[in-house]
């Protein structure tokens, strides 16, 4: 991990989806977060990474990227996701970084790329949360 989550998020706050997907974030910068997630259990039937999976790994990833601008006490939902699928994943584990592009008092919107293990892009998402 290059930068650890800020001392005020609270331990508890991982979500019971993002185990059973098996997310973890490695690293925390407010500028750049970054996940991955195994595509072994993620799969849709033909053996691909499911949509989903990846919409899930985007949604928790920018979700926390809004939870750490906003700042201590605040809430984030997201409300509007956008994703497109580019290449498929079909083992290994996929990347995704997290870059802000707009961080307001009542809306931020982030651009999520996801990659393979070799560096190639799989999906490009944009996220927008709402901030309570």
């Not at 928790?60 to 994943?89: D, F, K, M, Q």
């Not at 008092?105 to 790329?113: A, D, G, I, K």
Request: proline residues 7%.
């Amino acid at each position: 991990m290059t930068t650890s989550p800020p001392d005020w998020l609270p331990a508890v706050a991982r979500s019971p989806l993002d185990d059973k997907l098996g997310i973890e974030i490695v690293d925390y910068s407010p500028d750049r977060l970054v996940a991955t997630m195994p595509v072994a259990g993620n799969e849709q039937p033909y053996g691909l990474l499911h949509g989903g999976a990846t919409c899930a790994l985007v949604e928790s990833l920018g979700s926390w990227a809004a939870v750490i601008g906003a700042g201590p006490g605040r809430r984030v939902v997201g409300v509007e996701l956008n994703a497109s699928y580019l290449r498929a994943a079909t083992a290994g584990t996929v990347t995704a970084v997290c870059t802000p592009v707009r961080r307001g008092r009542t809306l931020s919107t982030f651009l999520v790329e996801v990659t393979d293990d070799r560096g190639r892009t799989t999906a490009s998402a944009r996220l927008t949360c709402a901030i309570l």
